[in-house]
């Protein structure tokens, strides 16, 4: 069956600009996760969503990053005013629900590059 | 927030040699445990998990892992690696509580395949 899938898989932009990042979960799971892979922080829990409930925001690292997640199914990773040190690779995943036995799928992620 | 350690950066192995990847965690409430595999230019793959019951746990591609609650390590074996293993790869841990979903993540260790 169809996994994870993001969008776009690089995207190269200048600094100030803002981005979107998309995912598209495994059809039928309510949570969604987003991470961030970088070679200085490694792998960083950012957000998490599940159904209709508030999300947990704690692991956005400034107001420069939101996310947003429509018809409890494709969710967008926004960044403003992007700075050199947002070059990552985002990764989105998703679970059947939002249990910690649960096993989260992960999509190819997202390279960005901030110039 | 948990503390997850991964022993070796880089573990060079030859082929058809034991593969021997070290986790260990920080907390004292057994938490939900997990080995992923990230090839190039891929998202990450769950190898095996650890929730309940039986500690040795057998995974894909013939690894296993065990989880010792007296020593706070998930550590993730293979008896004879294959040039495919040549990867990195992940152990992550779950939060404790209502958190659960929140996994944190070793720094991971890169293998190499020696024919």
């Known amino acids: 069956g169809a996994g994870v899938s993001q969008s776009p898989s690089n995207k190269v932009t200048e600094k100030g600009k803002d981005v979107e990042l998309r995912c598209d979960p495994i059809?039928?799971?309510?949570?969604l996760y987003w991470y961030r892979q970088s070679l200085g922080q490694g792998l960083e829990f950012l957000i998490y969503?599940?159904?209709?409930?508030?999300?947990?925001k704690s692991g956005l690292p400034s107001d420069r990053f939101s996310a947003e997640r429509t018809g409890g199914s494709v969710s967008t990773l926004t960044i403003q005013r992007t700075q050199q040190e947002d070059s990552a690779v985002y990764l989105c995943?998703?679970?059947?629900?939002?249990?910690?036995?649960?096993?989260?799928?992960f999509g190819p992620g997202t390279r960005l590059t901030v110039l | 927030a948990q503390s997850v350690t991964q022993l070796g950066s880089h573990v060079s192995v030859s082929e058809g040699a034991l593969v021997l990847l070290r986790c260990n965690y920080s907390?004292?409430?057994?938490?939900?445990l997990f080995w992923y595999v990230q090839y190039p230019n891929q998202g990450l793959q769950l190898l095996l998990k650890?929730?309940?019951?039986?500690?040795l746990v057998k995974g894909i591609n013939g690894f296993e892992a065990e989880f010792k609650k007296s020593e706070t390590s998930f550590h993730l074996t293979k008896p004879s690696a294959h040039m495919s293993d040549a990867a990195e790869y992940f152990c992550?841990?779950?939060?404790?509580?209502?958190?659960?979903?929140?996994?944190?993540f070793g720094a991971g260790t890169t293998v190499t395949v020696r024919a």
């Open positions: 995943a998703s679970s059947l629900a939002g249990r910690g036995a649960d096993t989260q799928y």
């Open positions: 059809s039928g799971h309510t949570a």
């Open positions: 969503f599940q159904g209709n409930s508030a999300p947990d």
């Open positions: 907390s004292s409430v057994p938490p939900y």
């Open positions: 650890y929730t309940t019951g039986a500690t």
């Open positions: 992550a841990v779950s939060e404790s509580g209502s958190n659960d979903y929140k996994l944190s």
